[in-house]
């Protein structure tokens, strides 16, 4: 048999196996194909004992000393479980496989399967997602740090109370706007990671928006206000949305569409300005979770026109459903009215309701041209504003 010479040449000195003498052994063998020979040099008294256990472990052949003291043979296995890649960009369809792996790892093969549901590309994606993420990044505020808290006046009772009933509503709609993209984030594949973390950043944003709003009811010393049952049922269906893309146009395109109309108001009629802050800076963060919805379905319906006639008939249905709700409940409307009027005079309830029927007006305008721009045309975007929800969301 002709004497097989060694392929590389690794001295651990006096390491052992136990003090890491295997990062160098394996960094070694990574570099052979099965069947070369490695030459081990090494004077840890037991070493030839521990090489041996080793081999055995990770699928090598341990070929004993070589004719020199000190000096070992190892004959490269097949190695580890072989791998499998994601690749960098992001793929049409995710390998259930990869499961939790980054993309662009290389995964060993024999990893338990998940069941991630959303694993489609066209599924979850959308345009300008890092842009986006950078954005939001760079917008974080804080409802300690950022809001006037001390500079907030005594106002009228009948303006606090208005404030307050406003503050409730907004609440409640922050928490179905925080638990909606929070039941999709753990369907979604994470070589997907982009949408995941622009959803994350949605979530922790609703939570601030939430936690803010709640605290600005409760400094002026009268309380949070009354939750309306057509506000919840409404929100209800918006929970309970199983599709991703129809939940992401319910949610982001219609319903916070609708709240930059309705923060500006509250913004431009606050009276004073810690809630005209918190509006603003709400707003900011809803135009973001909006540029999202907006470039989600533009990336879904470039692909699939016709998912338009599904996302009109879930616009339907839901109004529909919410047959039983006549408007926009009385304490949300009160509460607009006597903001936007200034006070409960009867000429300052004149001017408010005349501001509140515009303010209705304008949201109606913009979720036309948000529909438009989405390529429903000039009639179906009528309808389907005219079908959304009354309480905005
Ligand atoms: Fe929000
Ligand atoms: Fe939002």
Redesign the pocket.
């Known amino acids: 048999m002709p004497e097989r010479f060694p392929t590389a040449r690794v001295d651990l000195e006096d390491l052992t196996v136990s003090q890491g003498a295997p990062v160098l052994l394996r960094r070694a063998l990574a570099k052979l194909a099965a069947g070369e020979l490695l030459e081990v040099c090494g004077d840890s008294p037991d070493l030839s004992e521990e090489l041996g256990a080793w081999c055995r472990k990770e699928g090598h052949r341990y070929l004993g000393e070589a004719a020199r003291k000190n000096v070992y043979r190892i004959e490269c296995g097949a190695g580890p479980a072989p791998t499998m890649a994601s690749g960098r960009q992001p793929s049409e369809v995710a390998d259930p496989r990869w499961g939790l792996a980054p993309r662009g790892a290389r995964i060993e093969a024999g990893a338990p399967e998940f069941a991630f549901t959303l694993r489609r590309k066209r599924e979850v994606w959308a345009r300008e997602l890092d842009s986006i993420h950078k954005q939001a990044a760079a917008n974080q505020w804080s409802a300690t740090r950022d809001i006037p808290w001390e500079s907030l006046p005594k106002l009228p009772a009948e303006l606090e109370v208005a404030v307050c009933q406003m503050m409730t509503f907004l609440t409640e709609n922050?928490f179905a706007?925080l638990y909606v993209p929070a039941r999709f984030i753990p369907r979604i594949h994470p070589h997907y990671r982009e949408v995941v973390e622009v959803l994350a950043v949605q979530v922790a944003?609703?939570a601030r928006?939430a936690e803010a709003f709640t605290r600005r009811a409760e400094a002026g010393g009268c309380g949070l206000g009354t939750s309306a049952v057509s506000s919840q049922l409404s929100l209800q269906t918006l929970l309970e949305e199983p599709d991703f893309t129809t939940a992401t146009f319910l949610l982001c395109v219609m319903g916070e569409g609708t709240f930059l109309t309705l923060l500006k108001f509250l913004e431009d009629h606050a009276p004073e300005s810690v809630t005209a802050t918190l509006a603003n800076l709400?707003r900011r963060?809803?135009a973001r979770h909006v540029a999202f919805g907006m470039e989600h379905l533009r990336y879904v319906l470039e692909r699939e026109p016709e998912r338009r006639a599904s996302l009109a008939a879930a616009v339907e249905r839901r109004s529909r459903m919410l047959a039983s709700i006549s408007g926009l409940s009385p304490y949300v409307y009160d509460a607009l009215t006597v903001l936007a009027g200034g006070g409960i005079l009867p000429r300052q309830i004149r001017d408010g309701a005349r501001r509140v029927a515009a303010l209705h007006r304008n949201m109606d305008r913009s979720r036309r041209e948000r529909l438009q721009s989405l390529r429903f045309d000039a009639e179906e975007a009528r309808a389907l504003s005219a079908y959304h929800t009354k309480n905005f969301m």
């Open positions: 922050e706007a944003d609703e928006h709400a963060d809803e």
